[in-house]
């Protein structure tokens, strides 16, 4: 058994959504109270007094990364570049559009989290394990590693 060190931060966002092609309600707009959760892994930073020392990344730093994916979010609509019906209905209205190239559903949001986080972790020898992504208190979509 190999035994690893993974640590977690989370943010929040509200955010409204469509699913244009669902066979229920969520072909309506709507929208959620987000949670989006980062799991990181890595070795402990071993070099005596540096600033990150017994950690496997700052979580100030991760929050930071975080922070940007809540900014974008936040309080928008997302919008699937190929709903032409709502997007004729909402452009031009003065709301915040978050376009977006796949259809926004939670396990889409998750990839799109996972590739935004991945992309910008940069903290020797971390790899980023996973993204978890609530879209109710209940209902949760995860991608990365199983």
């Not at 402990?44 to 900014?71: P, Q, R, Y």
């Not at 979010?73 to 452009?91: A, P, T, V």
Request: charge should be negative.
């Amino acid at each position: 058994m190999s035994l690893s060190y993974t640590v977690a931060k989370e943010v929040e966002f509200d955010a409204g959504h469509r699913v244009p092609n669902h066979k229920s309600k969520c072909k309506n707009p709507h929208g959620h109270r987000y949670r989006l959760q980062a799991v990181v892994e890595g070795p402990l930073g071993d070099e005596a007094g540096a600033s990150d020392e017994g950690m496997v990344v700052d979580f100030s730093d991760l929050k930071a990364i975080l922070t940007d994916i809540h900014d974008v979010f936040d309080h928008g609509f997302i919008i699937y570049s190929g709903d032409s019906r709502l997007w004729k209905r909402l452009n031009g209205a003065g709301w915040k559009l978050i376009n977006v190239e796949f259809v926004p559903t939670a396990e889409n949001l998750a990839r799109w989290c996972y590739d935004y986080v991945a992309f910008h972790l940069d903290w020797p020898g971390c790899k980023l394990v996973r993204v978890n992504l609530w879209e109710t208190p209940t209902s949760v979509a995860t991608y990365g590693e199983k």
